[in-house]
């Protein structure tokens, strides 16, 4: 079961949301590859009503699901098992009657077969991303024209000495540079590793370990803080527990300088489980989902007015089986995942 979960920014009760925070719209989104082929978009309405669209794609299985991000427009990123990804347009429901609908508005080849996960930068950068897991590459591309999505243009490739685990993901705020974090693994040492890039206006890029300690025992997800709170980055990780950490960065990046990256404050979440699956953030950056494996209940933090985290109240997981959430920029791989994104 794939599933694209897109949480709304301030629907929840008790939220207290700053306006200049909000850049999505009081909306919620979840697309879920059913099998046989079948994708439905549920949309959850302000009513408790939902609005359900189903649409059919031509091959046999679906990898994975993102939502492009992008502000003007609902579309839907699908990666066939056939190696490219297909985008679906939503389209409005017309005087005429004719129901909402969702619409193949462009295909991208990957020209490769080996792709271990994609995923898209924020809006404007208009990267996405394939990770070759073979030759350990991660291939940067970009679309010119945000209404043009069957041409993209290859920016550089970057070449890793470590195995690439999971999760490549972007920061998203336009005031500082973009970042890239991946998950690495090496016989040189035990558990995991955050490796990051962080990319210069000529696409240059300069990499340091995200954090020198600890090792985490494994990283099951990674997802950026659409809103960074006056400060340069905030990223949770899916773990034994939920880390949320805030970093700041030297605004002149330089190669020669031993760290570019500072961190400032490290948060756990979630310590009564054994392992969260997946994390996730509303689209203000207000509130967490973290999705713990196995029987339990969905967990929800809340962002406190000292931009502090803390528990809000558990979800039940309902009808899925096993669900992975993720961001604006998700949908997750194995046979199920999930991913919190929004308009």
């Known amino acids: 079961l794939h599933s694209t979960f897109n949480m709304s920014s301030e629907d929840d009760a008790g939220i207290e949301v700053d306006e200049e925070m909000i850049y999505a719209q009081k909306d919620c989104r979840i697309a879920i590859y059913l099998g046989d082929s079948t994708i439905q978009v549920t949309k959850l309405l302000q009513d408790d009503s939902e609005e359900i669209v189903q649409f059919f794609v031509s091959y046999i299985d679906v990898l994975s699901l993102r939502w492009y991000p992008s502000p003007y427009r609902n579309t839907l990123a699908v990666w066939s098992i056939e190696g490219y990804i297909e985008f679906w347009d939503e389209s409005e429901a017309n005087s005429v009657g004719n129901e909402k609908e969702y619409k193949l508005s462009g295909k991208m080849d990957l020209k490769f077969r080996h792709v271990d996960n994609f995923d898209f930068a924020s809006h404007h950068l208009g990267f996405i991303i394939a990770i070759w897991d073979v030759k350990k590459e991660i291939h940067l591309y970009q679309a010119p024209d945000e209404l043009d999505l069957n041409r993209w243009i290859r920016l550089t490739t970057i070449s890793l000495s470590m195995t690439i ?150 979800m039940k997981k309902e009808e899925f089986d096993d669900v992975e959430a993720g961001s604006s920029n998700n949908l997750e791989k194995d046979d199920a995942s999930e991913s919190v994104e929004q308009e």
């Open 165 to 314: 685990d999971d999760w490549v993901v972007w920061s998203s705020d336009r005031d500082v540079p973009p970042m890239l974090i991946v998950s690495v693994s090496d016989k040189s040492f035990t558990g995991k590793k955050l490796m990051s890039y962080l990319f210069d206006s000529s696409v240059q890029y300069y990499t340091e370990e995200l954090i020198e300690h600890p090792q985490f025992p494994y990283i099951n997800k990674v997802q950026f803080s659409p809103v960074n709170y006056k400060i340069d980055y905030e990223i949770a990780v899916a773990s034994e527990v939920i880390h949320v950490m805030k970093f700041k960065i030297n605004r002149a990046l330089d190669k020669e300088n031993e760290k570019n990256l500072h961190l400032l404050c490290h948060e756990t979440l979630g310590e009564d489980l054994n392992e969260y699956s997946s994390v996730s953030y509303n689209g203000c950056g207000s509130m967490l989902l973290g999705v713990p494996s196995g029987d339990f209940d969905l967990k929800l933090f809340q962002r406190g007015k000292n931009n502090e985290w803390s528990f809000f109240r558990s």
